[in-house]
């Protein structure tokens, strides 16, 4: 048997934030208690909170490609990203892979990578080379040909936990607006200007003939697999109706109030990004994540693309929310693990469940994490 004990922190339970001490036997919390002890690691104040829980995370793909046109070695790029990972305090990701977000000229290492990356990640997971909990979320582009017979091929693989539908065909959803679409292919992709017409016009004809078919089937794949179903950029009313049609259960970065407010109202779980929340709203010209949050409309916050968002995005929602860090984590801990049906073991501090944690330290102006443990041993 194993034991290590946290004495003297701040311990944010489900309800309540109580200077205590909580005890670790073999990865699990064994007992909670108010008060402080003599012996164990005394946290002088700090807090401790659950080990936060990400479920659309696009790092490992900045890992595999740090700059266009470049492929690090996929089980080594997988480890970085775990690192990334475990050093921002996600003790269990989603790892996001797309599937189909094609670039001109066949310029998307996504086109040929995707397989090879969900084969790396479920190699380094299944042989015990990473610090946290992986698990697979396809992004699957609705107007890509192959998309459906790609996720087919995974459809009851033990590591796939969530399935989101995607559309990012130019002038609807996060591109609505043509010229944002256009700068952020010509910027991130160099794309020329003159191939940005014909980019787009294949794009909308692709949309036409595939994503019909490609939802249909995805929709049908998930109810057979009891795969939680996320849709994405919903922008309109419409758009969540039949998300909610589906059988979605997360919108993930809805573009409008409009959006996130037929979400909430269908119980559908609305997932929105720490980075717009850090920086004041959306790179694309969509809604303002902190809108939603005033308006109580957002239960799960990820990093999408910066992993070491998340703290400092839970540390602004409850300043500016005037709230409990306890209820600002839940929307880094126990909604986004009920939202894909892991919250019996993790998501909270509790006796029995796994002993993933963060402890960390608030000077008042930057929160600063100072120790990361899952399943009991310290990763970060």
Not at 36 to 52: A, C, H, I, M, W
Not at 65 to 73: D, E, I, L
Not at 259 to 287: C, D, R, W
Request: hydrophobic share 40%.
């Amino acid at each position: 048997m194993t034991e290590n004990i946290y004495t003297n922190y701040r311990l944010q339970l489900p309800n309540e934030d109580v200077l205590g001490t909580l005890v670790v036997r073999d990865g699990a919390i064994a007992d909670i208690q108010p008060g402080t002890v003599s012996k164990g690691q005394d946290g002088n104040g700090d807090y401790l909170l659950p080990g936060l829980v990400e479920l659309h995370t696009d790092n490992f793909e900045k890992c595999m490609s740090p700059r266009p046109r470049v492929t690090w070695p996929l089980d080594v790029a997988a480890v970085h990203h775990d690192r990334d990972l475990a050093a921002a305090g996600i003790t269990t990701v989603c790892d996001a892979i797309s599937i189909g977000d094609l670039t001109p000229n066949d310029s998307s290492i996504r086109l040929t990578q995707f397989g090879p990356m969900i084969d790396t990640l479920c190699q380094a997971q299944a042989v015990g080379r990473f610090s946290v909990d992986h698990k697979i979320h396809l992004r699957c582009e609705l107007g890509y040909e192959g998309t459906f017979g790609f996720t087919e091929k995974y459809a009851e693989h033990p590591l796939l936990t969530l399935i989101s539908l995607m559309d990012h065909t130019p002038g609807q959803r996060q591109f609505a607006k043509i010229d944002k679409y256009k700068e952020y292919y010509m910027g991130k992709h160099g794309v020329s200007a003159e191939d940005m017409d014909s980019f787009i016009q294949g794009r909308i004809a692709n949309q036409k003939r595939h994503a019909i078919s490609n939802r249909q089937k995805l929709v049908e794949l998930a109810r057979a697999n009891n795969i939680p179903l996320a849709s994405h950029d919903d922008a309109t009313v419409d758009h969540v109706q039949e998300a909610v049609g589906n059988g979605a259960t997360i919108a993930e970065f809805p573009t409008t109030l409009d959006a996130a407010k037929e979400a909430h109202a269908n119980g559908m779980q609305v997932l929105m990004g720490a980075p717009n929340l850090i920086l004041g709203g959306s790179h694309s010209g969509n809604v303002a994540a902190m809108d939603l949050v005033e308006r109580d409309l957002v239960e799960i916050i990820s990093s999408d693309y910066v992993p070491q968002s998340l703290v400092q995005a839970m540390f602004l929602i409850a300043a500016h929310q005037d709230m409990p860090i306890y209820q600002a984590m839940r929307l880094f801990t126990i909604n986004p693990a009920k939202a894909i049906g892991v919250d019996g073991d993790r998501g909270s501090l509790e006796i029995g469940k796994r002993a993933d944690l963060i402890t960390l330290h608030h000077d008042g102006q930057v929160a600063r994490l100072t120790s990361v443990v899952s399943q009991g041993q310290r990763v970060a």
